[in-house]
T-cell receptor, first 116, second 115 residues
Framework: AQKVTQAQTEISVVEKEDVTLDCVYETRDTTYYLFWYKQPPSGELVFLIRRNSFDEQNEISGRYSWNFQKSTSSFNFTITASQVVDSAVYFCALSEGGDSSYKLIFGSGTRLLVRP | DSGVTQTPKHLITATGQRVTLRCSPRSGDLSVYWYQQSLDQGLQFLIQYYNGEERAKGNILERFSAQQFPDLHSELNLSSLELGDSALYFC??????????????FGPGTRLTVT
């Protein structure tokens, strides 16, 4: 069965620290898609990144980077030099290629608090 | 701004009542998804419409229903409301429903409080 696990419920760091948010997924499909979304205190869900199962290249976007490892079924998210504005709940999500709806299966989220 | 709009932003109603949540997808997006976010269940998929037709159902209660209109906006109808229906309801849209999968863009959500 498909599942996304974000074991870290809450992380607190001091500004400028690096922080990694963990995501472990389970799926039987060979084609699948992984996502990260950010939910700031205002409540909306903001898309950050999509990664396809056949593309294991890591990605960097500014202070954000993502490490996709199929061997460990993980898709971790690192924020370098964290800032107060990074404080939010971050969700990892899975979409399976064998599911024609391509609905998102979300993890339980990790609340990140960046203290000044 | 994701381009997905949802109304109303907040809704307070009593148990047993019926409400309608509205969603307008991004221009050009054919697929609309509804999700529910609650403290105990997290973010859960409810239902998907693609170009006017129901495509998939998730953990949606029988008291809930949805539709997508010819102009592609969608409505989620919640009836016989219970206290446990209090949640944040999100609508999301994507370009197509197919391979390759495109990301879903979420609206700001409707916060429903049932008293």
């Amino acid at each position: 069965a498909q599942k996304v696990t974000q074991a870290q419920t809450e992380i607190s760091v001091v500004e400028k620290e690096d922080v990694t948010l963990d995501c472990v997924y389970e799926t039987r499909d060979t084609t699948y898609y992984l996502f990260w979304y950010k939910q700031p205190p205002s409540g909306e869900l903001v898309f950050l990144i999509r990664r396809n199962s056949f593309d294991e290249q890591n990605e960097i976007s500014g202070r954000y980077s993502w490490n996709f490892q199929k061997s460990t079924s993980s898709f971790n998210f690192t924020i370098t030099a964290s800032q107060v504005v990074d404080s939010a709940v971050y969700f990892c999500a899975l979409s399976e290629g064998g599911d024609s709806s391509y609905k998102l299966i979300f993890g339980s989220g990790t609340r990140l608090l960046v203290r000044p | 701004d994701s381009g997905v709009t949802q109304t109303p932003k907040h809704l307070i109603t009593a148990t047993g009542q019926r409400v309608t949540l509205r969603c307008s997808p991004r221009s050009g997006d054919l697929s609309v998804y509804w999700y529910q976010q609650s403290l105990d269940q997290g973010l859960q998929f409810l239902i998907q419409y693609y170009n006017g037709e129901e495509r998939a159902k998730g953990n949606i209660l029988e008291r809930f229903s949805a539709q997508q209109f010819p102009d592609l906006h969608s409505e989620l109808n919640l009836s016989s409301l219970e206290l446990g229906d209090s949640a944040l309801y999100f609508c999301a849209s994507s370009v197509v429903s197919g391979n390759p999968v495109h990301e879903q863009y979420f609206g700001p959500g409707t916060r429903l409080t049932v008293t």
